[in-house]
Each structure stands twice: as C-alpha cells, then as structure tokens.
C-alpha cells in the first residue's frame, strides 16, 4: 500500500480523474485528493470524499492544526496531479504555492507526476513548453498528452490520456524499492580540462543521462551520491551531491566516495586527454597570425583503475557499470565496439549508446543496449533519459541479486 496525493487541477478531464482514483484505491493505495478550488466547477468534493474515504479540501486554512500543506507532501510515497493545467504546471515550474496543492507540490520529496491536459494551442504554447522542461529537468515525470477530440469540436495534442494509460504508466512508481539498502555511487556530466585560467576543453555531455539514473536509483529505494562534473541540469534532490570538474578531480572524488559503495555507475564523460600544463595567466595572441600549439597528455582511465584496485580493496564496488559512448565505422557495430569495451574495461555491465553530433548528448531521448560480463545476451531499450535510467536500475537491481548469489 502507498500514500498518493491525487491532485486534481480545473480542466473538464477532471472526470477521467474519478476513474483513475476508483482504479488506485482498488489496487489498495491510500489517496488524499486534493482539487483546486475551480474543479469544484466540474467534480464536487463529494464524490471526491466518497471514493477516496478521506477528507478532501482545495483550502490551506481547512484542518490548520494538522499542517496539511506541508504534512500531505512529506507522508506521500507519489504525488500525482491528473489533469495539470497549463496554470498549475506555470506555478509549480515557479514554486508558487498558494493553495493546498502547489503548496503540496512545494513540500513534498516524493516522485512527482503530471498528466497534462489543455487546449492544443496552451500545450504547444512557448511559455507551457518552457514549464514542461523545467519540471522534467527537476525530476517531474511529465505525461505526454493524447491527440484526439478536445472538449469542443476541435482536436489534437493536449488530450488526457485514459485513466488506464496514466495506471499503466506509473507502476514503477507503485513497485518495492528494488534497491531499497543499496548504495549506489554515479558520476555524470562531462568533465571540464583546464588550458589557462579562462579556457578549457570540454565535451558535449549535458549530465541529463547521469541526473535521471541518480533519480531512477533513489526512486527504487537507493542511497544515492552523484559525482556531477559540468552539468546543464539541476542534480536531483535527495541524493549526496559531490562536485568535480577536471578528469583528475573527478577520479580523487571517485576513490574518495567508492569504498562502502554497493554499486558505481561510471556515466561521467571523462576527457581521455588533458592540456599538459595548466598555464597561470591567459594564453595572449603574440602577433597577427600564430597560433599556440597545445600538448595534450593522457588522462587516467578512473573505471579500469577502479576496476583494477578491487583486488587489493575489498571496500570498493564489486557491481560496476561503464557507459561506453560510441560510433560504428566499417571495422565494426556499435554493439562490436561495446563487447570489446567490457572486456577492456573488466566490470560488471556496460550500458552502450550510439553518439553523434545530433544523437545522445544533449537530447531528451536515448537509445541503449545493455551488455553484462560473462553473458550473451543484452537488453535494449529506448525512451526518454529518465525511461531508459529506470531499465538500467532495474538491470542492475536483477543483476546484482545474481552477481551476489554468485559470489558468496
Ligand atoms: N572513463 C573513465 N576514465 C576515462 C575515460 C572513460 O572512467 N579517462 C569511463 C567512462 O565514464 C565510461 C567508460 O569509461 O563509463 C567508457 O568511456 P568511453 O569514453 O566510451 O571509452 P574510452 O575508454 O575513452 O574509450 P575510447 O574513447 O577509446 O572509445
């Protein structure tokens, strides 16, 4: 059984949203509905109460004594809001809480998902796209709308989807803590090499992959510590958070966390090489046409070392998962590269995708094969960032428990 606050926000959907609580509260959950104070205007509280079995109100001065604006948000295991209106997904984007459920939004630690509905000139409004990213880069899983009749006569994007769509795609959510005890240590982002005391060289990853797979592991019940190197998106609340920016600061960080770690997940892009010297003050131009010439010298593998030093530290990892980025040419698959990138580097599992400049870094989706040491086979997947980190928390939750069977 979960707590799940079902927040319900003014759209003419509000209806699908009396299924979709009849369909939670019959898989057991608790639900505490909290309306805006316009769903009165479609759905009244009654029925709200009555299928619920709890007290339902839109007011943060109703029950003060019992600090429900705070209190709901901290007990609740998933806060959901069926339908989001483009105006209850603005103020959430901006924190704004002047009522019990953006108050809600604001307090809780829980997962949050929205299922929008709107007119399909709101939804593919600039200012609605803009909210949409700031709550998904924040964590907020953010339902895709149907396509089909609007409440007039028109139609296209910005439908609900049906309340058994929505069940569907939040039972993840509702699952056990597949990582519940487990310590998982992540790196993420791209790492950031030093020339003089304004330049550096740097890499195209955004840390959007490494940010959902530190959310889909404490999602799943895990003690998280994210390693963020540059990243172009906010670390996920509720995990330890270590910052590094150059490969070298990366790899101290890495040795200095790993040690007590059940797992590390090596999603970083490591720069393979550094500027040889760090100059103190800005390169000048010297004249009209020369330019300098840099050297550049090898970086430390930190995963092979990592790997490696396990045979003398029995305190590091023993689950470890290499992110190998990679292109296909005429000697070979993406999938080719990737098998010999596991046998290289020697750990556990190694999560392979295909880059390029229009594919991976940077965009929403990706698309992954998941390759395990000592087996044939692989999984696959694809999605949005944080849809593929969940499969990759999953692999790794199934793999470990055999991992451990085996090792003990
Ligand atoms: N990695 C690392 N240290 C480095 C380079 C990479 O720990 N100096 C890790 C990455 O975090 C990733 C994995 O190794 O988990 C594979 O990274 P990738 O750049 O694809 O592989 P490389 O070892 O750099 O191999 P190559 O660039 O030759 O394909």
């Given at each position: 059984?979960?707590?799940?606050?079902?927040?319900?926000?003014?759209?003419?959907?509000?209806?699908?949203?009396?299924?979709?609580?009849?369909?939670?509260?019959?898989?057991?959950?608790?639900?505490?509905?909290?309306?805006?104070?316009?769903?009165?205007?479609?759905?009244?509280?009654?029925?709200?109460?009555?299928?619920?079995?709890?007290?339902?109100?839109?007011?943060?001065?109703?029950?003060?004594?019992?600090?429900?604006?705070?209190?709901?948000?901290?007990?609740?295991?998933?806060?959901?809001?069926?339908?989001?209106?483009?105006?209850?997904?603005?103020?959430?984007?901006?924190?704004?809480?002047?009522?019990?459920?953006?108050?809600?939004?604001?307090?809780?630690?829980?997962?949050?998902?929205?299922?929008?509905?709107?007119?399909?000139?709101?939804?593919?409004?600039?200012?609605?796209?803009?909210?949409?990213?700031?709550?998904?880069?924040?964590?907020?899983?953010?339902?895709?709308?149907?396509?089909?009749?609007?409440?007039?006569?028109?139609?296209?994007?910005?439908?609900?989807?049906?309340?058994?769509?929505?069940?569907?795609?939040?039972?993840?959510?509702?699952?056990?803590?597949?990582?519940?005890?487990?310590?998982?240590?992540?790196?993420?982002?791209?790492?950031?090499?030093?020339?003089?005391?304004?330049?550096?060289?740097?890499?195209?990853?955004?840390?959007?992959?490494?940010?959902?797979?530190?959310?889909?592991?404490?999602?799943?019940?895990?003690?998280?510590?994210?390693?963020?190197?540059?990243?172009?998106?906010?670390?996920?609340?509720?995990?330890?958070?270590?910052?590094?920016?150059?490969?070298?600061?990366?790899?101290?960080?890495?040795?200095?966390?790993?040690?007590?770690?059940?797992?590390?997940?090596?999603?970083?892009?490591?720069?393979?090489?550094?500027?040889?010297?760090?100059?103190?003050?800005?390169?000048?131009?010297?004249?009209?046409?020369?330019?300098?010439?840099?050297?550049?010298?090898?970086?430390?593998?930190?995963?092979?070392e990592l790997v490696g030093a396990r045979s003398r530290n029995p305190e590091l990892p023993p689950f470890i998962v290499g992110f190998a980025a990679e292109t296909g040419?005429?000697?070979?698959?993406?999938?080719?590269?990737?098998?010999?990138?596991?046998?290289?580097?020697?750990?556990?599992?190694?999560?392979?995708?295909?880059?390029?400049?229009?594919?991976?870094?940077?965009?929403?989706?990706?698309?992954?094969?998941?390759?395990?040491?000592?087996r044939a086979d692989s999984v696959q997947a694809s999605g949005s960032k944080l849809e593929v980190a969940r499969v990759v928390i999953e692999q790794i939750s199934n793999?470990?428990?055999?991992?451990?069977?085996?090792?003990k």
């Amino acid at each position: 059984m979960k707590r799940i606050v079902l927040g319900v926000s003014a759209g003419i959907a509000a209806y699908k949203s009396v299924l979709l609580l009849r369909l939670l509260r019959e898989a057991g959950h608790h639900v505490d509905v909290i309306p805006t104070r316009n769903v009165a205007n479609f759905v009244g509280n009654a029925t709200w109460e009555a299928l619920s079995g709890n007290p339902v109100t839109s007011n943060v001065f109703d029950a003060v004594d019992s600090v429900n604006h705070v209190r709901l948000g901290q007990q609740a295991d998933l806060v959901m809001v069926v339908p989001a209106t483009a105006d209850v997904m603005a103020k959430a984007a901006a924190g704004i809480a002047d009522d019990l459920l953006t108050g809600t939004l604001l307090a809780t630690r829980a997962p949050v998902v929205m299922a929008p509905a709107m007119h399909t000139e709101m939804w593919q409004h600039q200012a609605t796209v803009a909210n949409v990213q700031t709550l998904r880069d924040r964590g907020v899983r953010v339902i895709e709308p149907a396509s089909g009749r609007l409440t007039g006569k028109d139609s296209g994007p910005g439908r609900l989807p049906e309340p058994d769509e929505i069940f569907a795609a939040i039972q993840d959510l509702l699952a056990d803590p597949v990582l519940a005890g487990t310590k998982v240590l992540i790196t993420a982002g791209g790492t950031r090499e030093p020339l003089d005391p304004v330049r550096f060289l740097g890499n195209r990853s955004s840390g959007r992959q490494g940010v959902a797979l530190a959310q889909a592991a404490r999602d799943a019940g895990a003690e998280v510590t994210l390693i963020a190197t540059h990243l172009e998106v906010p670390a996920p609340h509720g995990v330890r958070l270590v910052h590094a920016s150059s490969a070298l600061e990366l790899r101290e960080a890495v040795f200095d966390c790993a040690e007590g770690q059940d797992v590390l997940i090596m999603n970083a892009a490591v720069a393979d090489f550094r500027p040889a010297r760090i100059e103190n003050s800005k390169i000048k131009k010297r004249d009209e046409h020369s330019a300098p010439v840099i050297e550049l010298v090898r970086n430390p593998d930190i995963l092979a070392e990592l790997v490696g030093a396990r045979s003398r530290n029995p305190e590091l990892p023993p689950f470890i998962v290499g992110f190998a980025a990679e292109t296909g040419d005429e000697q070979g698959t993406v999938l080719e590269y990737g098998r010999a990138k596991l046998n290289r580097k020697g750990c556990e599992m190694l999560v392979v995708n295909e880059v390029g400049a229009s594919l991976t870094f940077g965009q929403e989706t990706n698309s992954i094969q998941v390759l395990f040491a000592g087996r044939a086979d692989s999984v696959q997947a694809s999605g949005s960032k944080l849809e593929v980190a969940r499969v990759v928390i999953e692999q790794i939750s199934n793999a470990t428990k055999s991992h451990a069977a085996v090792t003990k």
